[in-house]
């Protein structure tokens, strides 16, 4: 099972970038729509921080505050993909994203708790100028 995060890059504030997360390995019972995913980030210096989640079949999401309204998350479980498209972007958004994957069978959805997740992926950089 591997996640590969794309998309990221250099765009000045007020701009807007798309990240993408591929899912590679998920198969038949373990296949990507038996997951909830989330994405995360860190800036240099601080914590991993929630970002945003989608569950399983893309019917409910869940943003932080400090990105409501400027991002949006979603998935198209037939691609194995998932995105987070990025509006609006501050030099605050600055940070190393995250992509990660939480079993949803469970029933114990991960949400923000980073360590409750299955998978990761290796992040893309995202850095936005004043």
């Known amino acids: 099972v591997q996640l590969q995060a794309s998309g990221g890059g250099l765009v000045q504030a007020g701009g807007s970038l798309r990240l993408s997360c591929a899912a590679y390995?998920?198969?038949?019972?373990?296949?990507?729509?038996?997951?909830?995913m989330g994405w995360f980030r860190q800036a240099p210096g601080k914590e991993r921080e929630f970002v945003a989640t989608?569950?399983?079949?893309?019917?409910?999401?869940n943003y932080a505050d400090s990105v409501k309204g400027r991002f949006t998350i979603s998935r198209d479980n037939a691609k194995n993909t998932v995105y987070l498209q990025m509006n609006s972007l501050k030099p605050e958004d600055t940070a190393v994203y995250y992509c990660?994957?939480?079993?949803?069978?469970?029933?114990?959805?991960?949400?923000?708790?980073?360590?409750?997740?299955?998978?990761w992926g290796v992040g893309t950089l995202v850095t936005v100028s004043s």
């Open positions: 990660a994957a939480d079993w949803a069978d469970d029933g114990d959805a991960a949400g923000g708790d980073p360590r409750k997740y299955d998978y």
């Open positions: 390995g998920f198969s038949g019972y373990n296949s990507f729509s038996k997951y909830n």
């Open positions: 989608v569950n399983w079949s893309g019917g409910d999401t």
